[in-house]
């Protein structure tokens, strides 16, 4: 993982992008501290920055790929990342609330003591994904494609999960309770007994 120390710090993310010369160019080794701006691009790409301190509230970040990049203490809630690519990406105490990912690829990264409620990875294939400490009240994984994806630890209470097989996900130390599946989908799920009774509600049986 990039390593802050190592990284030229900047003052201004619109800054870096507006000194892009083509399409072609990237934003790479920089250390974004203590800024507070709305960014609005399509298609550019961040690779070994770190980002701390930073508030990029309900900015839209566009089919934006983010390559081996750290996310420390930024508020990203409301931020459109659609159609994006996050490979080795660390998120740490971060704000996700409302916050959009749909469409994308999220690869060999880590959420972690993330504040998501309401957020939306709906559409978006999941390889290595680590959801530790997380707060995803009420998010939406809808029609994920999910390949080794741990939940630890999280409140994922009401989260709506149609259309993602969830075969193999662990949600034994999780909160599901409210939770959205359809019967399909919960084959080889990972729960414990109490959880087993609140699935079991999709297929109609009462437990008593």
Request: glycine share 6%; charged share 25%.
């Amino acid at each position: 993982m990039v390593k802050k120390e190592e990284l030229e710090e900047c003052d201004s993310i619109q800054i870096e992008i507006n000194n892009l010369i083509d399409e072609y160019d990237e934003i790479s080794g920089k250390y974004f501290k203590n800024i507070n701006e709305y960014i609005d691009i399509q298609r550019v790409e961040f690779k070994g920055c770190y980002f701390e301190n930073v508030k990029l509230q309900e900015s839209r970040m566009i089919s934006t790929d983010f390559t081996n990049c750290v996310f420390k203490n930024v508020d990203l809630s409301g931020c459109n990342f659609s159609e994006s690519i996050f490979s080795n990406v660390m998120f740490e105490n971060c704000k996700l609330e409302g916050a959009i990912f749909t469409e994308g690829r999220i690869i060999d990264t880590k959420f972690e003591d993330i504040v998501g409620r309401v957020c939306n990875f709906s559409g978006s294939k999941l390889k290595n994904v680590n959801f530790i400490n997380d707060n995803l009240l009420s998010a939406y994984f809808q029609n994920n494609e999910f390949i080794k994806v741990e939940f630890n630890n999280c409140n994922l209470g009401s989260v709506n999960f149609f259309d993602t097989k969830l075969n193999r996900i662990d949600f034994r130390n999780s909160n599901i309770e409210g939770c959205s599946f359809k019967l399909n989908d919960v084959k080889g799920m990972i729960v414990t007994p109490l959880q087993a009774v609140e699935i079991s509600k999709i297929t109609g049986i009462i437990v008593k």
